[in-house]
């Protein structure tokens, strides 16, 4: 019983292999520890600074493509408090958890806003070439959840 069945299971072996192979260079985007503390940590800061109104230190964990955008700290704290109340007076944060997403990182954040509404902000970050984790996006959804 060689002969076809035997080359069938070894070109399923090279196939495998080739397979294993080609995923070690994208096992490293797989989300480690210290990104998700790196994670949680900018996302923490900017919500702090936002409930401060600290414009310069909320400004700081936009990544540089939204500073381009927004073109200064006071147009970004413009933006955020018109577009995005929900994070610019967030209250009960709470994380889930970081998935890998397009050279970057996604990262839900649970929360409520000032009248107790339950949103879910999906963060999107990059590590930059510096090694500091910055925010690059966000969208705010509301939660089916209630908030408590």
Known sequence: ????????????????????????????????????????????????????????????????????????????MDMVRTGYPQVYRANNVSFGALQPYAGGFVQDVFLTDPKGQAWIASYTLERQDDGSMKITGVQIRKSEELAV
Not at 16 to 25: E, N
Not at 40 to 50: G, K, L, P, S, V
């Open 1 to 76: 019983m060689t002969g076809t069945g035997d080359a069938a299971m070894n070109r399923l072996a090279l196939r495998l292999a080739v397979l294993v192979a080609l995923s070690g260079p994208m096992a490293t985007k797989i989300a480690k520890a210290d990104d998700a503390s790196d994670v949680r940590a900018a996302i923490t800061a900017q919500i702090e600074a936002f409930r401060a109104d600290d414009g310069a230190a909320a400004y700081a964990f936009a990544a540089p493509q939204i500073q381009a955008m927004t073109g200064s700290q006071e147009r970004f």
